[in-house]
């Protein structure tokens, strides 16, 4: 026989149970984001897209997906957690200093590290930071392809970011060179580009049938 206390119990469980299925499970691990790399976010802004900030906040419009080749997401966010880049990037360092970073990294097994607010810019794709959420994942592509669980983990975090914020575009990184002549492509050096090969074409077909309905668009033609 239910009591009035089996059902307020029942009830509780059945709304907690309904939150959990709705709010991602989101673990904060910050990487930092100490004077320098302020400052460095800053020069970034001002210098590769003359765009003049008091704090280095981004509008979201879009997101970018991406794959980090670096295999665990202990050693990813090792390399992201400094405000410099290392000596080795040589092939992008003229254009800034400041390090790469994303505001979300997700594992192998679906778990989503914020590593950054998502206003908060991070440089991670040339020419789109100012408005470009970026989401990488613990995969190359190749020997440690992406799984499943990110697949999923990518949708509903993309899901949940739309809902917050005016996302119109999400591409992988691979794309973004089709922004070139687009309002938002705001990098002053045409000849500043990178080959990306990130995270493919296989993996963005699965993840724009995982989004269907959602109001969003693939790269300009
Ligand atoms: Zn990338």
Redesign the pocket.
């Known amino acids: 026989m239910l009591n009035l206390k089996h059902l307020a119990v029942f009830l509780l469980v059945s709304i907690s149970l309904m939150q959990c299925s709705r709010n991602l499970t989101i673990i904060d691990l910050p990487i930092s984001f100490d004077e320098q790399r302020k400052q460095l976010s800053l020069d970034y802004l001002k210098n590769r897209y003359e765009i003049v900030k008091d704090f280095p906040s981004i509008e979201p419009k879009m997101v970018v997906v ?2 980090t080749v670096v295999p665990t997401w202990q050693k990813t966010y090792g390399v992201f957690f400094g405000p410099k880049l290392p000596g080795f990037r040589t092939a992008i360092q003229g254009a800034s200093q400041l390090n790469v970073s994303s505001q979300y990294l997700i594992d192998r097994d679906g778990t989503i590290y914020q590593l950054l607010p998502d206003t908060v810019f991070a440089r ?2 040339i020419g789109l930071n100012h408005s470009a959420i970026g989401i ?1 994942n613990v995969a190359d592509g190749d020997q440690l392809p992406m799984t499943n669980e990110q697949l999923k983990a990518n949708a509903r975090l993309i899901r949940q970011l739309a809902e917050k914020y005016p996302i119109e575009y999400v591409i992988g ?1 691979d794309e973004y060179q089709s922004f070139r002549n687009h309002p938002l492509w705001k990098e002053t050096d045409s000849n500043y580009l990178t080959q ?1 090969n ?1 995270p493919g074409e296989e993996f963005m077909t699965k993840l724009r049938k995982k989004l269907a309905g959602l109001n969003v668009k693939g790269p300009p033609e």
């Open positions: 991406h794959f991670h794709v990488e990184h990306k990130d």
